[in-house]
């Protein structure tokens, strides 16, 4: 399949290089571009460096929705377009092929994410959440599975997803939002007839030590 990856950046920091480095590990071919926000730190030519297009929107025009719809519009034509943040770091070398593979597997799959593990030194709070949002178990789910599962049916996450962009473009592609435009584009999909796949196998490092107010 034709695969894609896009990354939002903005100032994103020394541990940006070691993804960029696990990128070019991956066992899959893609094409990649990175929509850069305006970094002052050196955000765009390490990408660069590493094989990257790169996008640049004005920072005070960043919606995580459209900004995202943009940067996939400009990377057609795909079969599939994978969404990372930049804070994330992959697993293995095989991370974004587990991701990925269900789509050739299964047509009435839309979308699919991965399973977040916490980062080392990461708090006691923030391996529960992780535990709680991403468990062992892979899940297949369609808009029947709301019965068992209520919200979070429609739970999925952009820090690492892949959608078919097929089915991401017979729901409207990712709408003008200035959060969850995972979750809404998700709940879109198993209102349309799409099945949303749970990759407990295709797995990163990705969390965050939020205070409780936070």
């Known amino acids: 399949m034709n695969c894609?990856?896009?990354i939002p950046t903005l100032?994103?920091?020394?541990?940006?290089?070691?993804?960029?480095e696990q990128i070019s590990a991956q066992t899959l071919p893609l094409k990649k571009l990175i929509v850069d926000s305006e970094s002052t730190d050196g955000t765009v030519t390490l990408a660069e460096k590493f094989?990257?297009?790169v996008l640049t929107v004005p920072r005070e025009k960043f919606n995580h929705g459209l900004t995202r719809q943009f940067a996939?519009?400009?990377l057609l034509p795909l079969d599939v377009a994978i969404f990372l943040t930049q804070d994330v770091l992959l697993r293995d070398e095989t991370a974004l092929a587990k991701l990925v593979e269900i789509f050739?597997?299964?047509?009435?799959?839309?979308l699919a994410y991965g399973r977040q593990l916490p980062h080392e030194g990461a708090t006691f709070e923030a391996k529960i959440l992780r535990?709680?949002?991403y468990p062992a178990e892979s899940q297949l789910r369609d808009l029947a599975s709301r019965k068992k599962f209520g919200l979070k049916a429609a739970f999925a996450s952009n820090s690492f997803s892949a959608y078919r962009v097929s089915a991401l473009e017979k729901v409207g592609g990712f709408p003008k939002v200035i959060l969850c435009e995972d979750m809404y584009v998700a709940?879109?999909?198993?209102?349309a007839g799409f099945k949303i796949f749970y990759a407990a196998d295709a797995q990163v490092f990705h969390s965050h030590n939020y205070t409780a107010a936070q």
């Open 104 to 110: 050739s597997a299964d047509e009435t799959v839309g």
């Open 11 to 20: 100032n994103a920091g020394a541990r940006f290089q070691l993804l960029l």
């Open 187 to 191: 709940a879109k999909m198993l209102l």
């Open 72 to 74: 996939l519009e400009h």
């Open 131 to 133: 535990e709680f949002n």
């Open 4 to 6: 894609g990856l896009i």
């Open 51 to 53: 094989g990257f297009e």
